[in-house]
């Protein structure tokens, strides 16, 4: 048997002493490590990952506790193409996601497993998904090779012995699997057992695909435990506006990764909303159930943020830019000759020399980006200045509004409101967005991502959007639904709306709406703002013509818009629920 670390195994839950067990006989580690979560720990294991060259201490004057680390450079993205879901039935996973036989991947993982942690150190990372005590909180454990994975899902999620005590002698938890093998893009998985309640990942090192608690537990996994159980597992921020007279009004929006979600969760007030204050419940994840008084409640599942850096600056994002200060993780941005990071769209100035992402010389006329477009911080939640004190309330915050959002160039408005529930699902359901770099594809090409789930949703996607209109049967107070569009460009290629901290403008409208406030005109999309429904207040450089080619809709694209839409409902039809098709014709009549 391998060597265990001191204090060895910290739980008497014998499901889990008897899968790591199972676990250590099939990858043959050197030694066991039962993480503890202990600060002590922390340091002991970030000394290590810095001897070993994992990790490079940043300047530890400009940024206390700060790191930074590079990836293998075939390994900086989620790879969708190496994403299954192992279903018993290939029909219940869905023709959006790869599929394969449960037995068949079992196999087939265990064979790569087989001896792949010789001469290595196996990490058990036990973890909370949720405020301890909510009744959405979820346990997880992570079995990994990888310090790096081991510091972030301390950064991530609530690690340590908080998780044996919510878990108790229950063997109801996720099992994680991650062996590192050798990064080979050949030999790489992530695979989802949503009937087994586990996933295993191989080949990998990177965060979204090795974090085991982020997209696998909390989004795939957790979508299928949602539909099971009555609940939504959705990827999506949760913000709290609050009224200079002290109101407080929660939403939730979903945008594709790449897309705004950090910026919109941690957005500052401009300074003609004086008194108005944004508080961050999450940035990337909720969880949300049907409460005894009829309204929807979110959690936030995470206790970080694992955000993309290039573009991040104190005008994009001013708490963030506080936050990564201390006590973060920074992955494949650029690393400067004093210690410290640097990306394209930070606030200082191109260096004049630098190492890029992989370690290489930079400067300004290098042809190559300094930091990799998916390049990323991972920072605790408890940095962020405007952290809300709900984020730790096991019942969660109640929703007045569900918010859709896309990166559109054209097409989209700049928001709209759904006429009701089901025409929400509808909007929802045929969201489209430009690709971004956070997964690979074809940066720019507009891609159906129905409620920014089709990467995540661990089930048949005509079952998911079923399963939300399903759920409006539990909750007699629905939230109101909206779409927004940042990013809708001029004739000139520049954005009509400027964005950022100004946003604050289309969520006071979509907040009033909520609460019967704001004025609106019915159109064949839906409820829009009013001619003097925003407060343009301190705008003075902005043009009135642009906001009304923002908010501008062209029959002929939404026509386009429409056909776009029935290649997903023909993928899906077998399982597509009638609503959507009814409503697709309803939007048709209205044009």
Known sequence: MPAKSPGSCN??????????????????????????????????????????????????EKRPGCYYHRSNPNDVARVEQCTYICTANAEDAGPTNNWMAPDKMYAKLRALCDGAMRGRTMYVVPYLMGPPGSPLCKVGVEITDSIYVVLSMRIMARMGRQAYDQLRDSPHFNRGLHCMLDINPERRFIAHFPEDNAVISVGSNYGGNVLLGKKCLALRIGSWLGR??????????????????????????AFPSACGKTNFAMLVPPPAFKGWKVWTIGDDIAWMKPGPDGRLYAINPEAGYFGV?????????????????????????????????????????????????????????????AAHPNS????????????AREHDDPLGVPVSAIIFGARRSTTMPLVYQAFNWIHGVYVGATMG??????????IGQVRLDPMAMLPFCGYNMGDYVL????????????????????????????????????????????????????????????????????????????DVEDLEKAQAFDVEEWRNEVIKSNELFLKLYPHLPKELIFQRELLISRF
């Open 467 to 542: 399963h939300w209109l399903r759920m409006r049967k539990l909750i007699s107070s629905p939230p109101r639904i909206f779409h927004v569009n940042w990013f809708r460009k001029g004739a000139d290629g520049k954005f009509l709306w400027p964005g950022f901290g100004e946003n604050m403008r289309v969520l006071k409208w979509i907040v009033d709406r909520c609460h019967g406030h704001a004025d609106a005109e019915e159109t064949p999309l839906g409820w829009v703002p009013g001619p003097r429904a925003f407060d343009l207040t301190g705008m003075e450089n902005f």
């Open 433 to 442: 967005s430009e690709m971004t770099a956070a997964a690979a594809g074809n």
């Open 309 to 369: 850096a290039p573009g991040t600056s104190t005008k994009s994002n001013a708490n963030a830019m506080q936050m990564i200060q201390r006590d973060t993780i920074f992955t494949n941005v650029a690393l400067t000759p004093d210690g410290d990071v640097w990306w394209e769209g930070h606030d200082a100035p191109p260096p004049q020399e630098c190492l890029d992402w992989r370690g290489q010389k930079w400067t300004p006329d290098s042809k190559e980006k």
């Open 228 to 253: 099971k159980e009555g609940w939504l597992a959705e990827h999506m921020l949760i913000l709290g506006v609050e009224s200079p007279e002290g109101k407080k009004t929660y939403a939730v929006a």
């Open 376 to 387: 990323r911080f991972c920072a605790p939640a408890a940095n962020n200045p405007m952290l």
């Open 11 to 60: 739980t008497t839950n014998h499901a889990v002493t008897s899968w790591v067990d199972e676990i250590a006989h099939l990858t043959r580690p050197e030694r066991i490590h039962w993480c503890d979560g202990s600060e002590e720990e922390k340091s002991a294991l970030t000394k290590l990952a810095v001897e070993l060259g994992i990790l490079i201490p940043l300047n530890q």
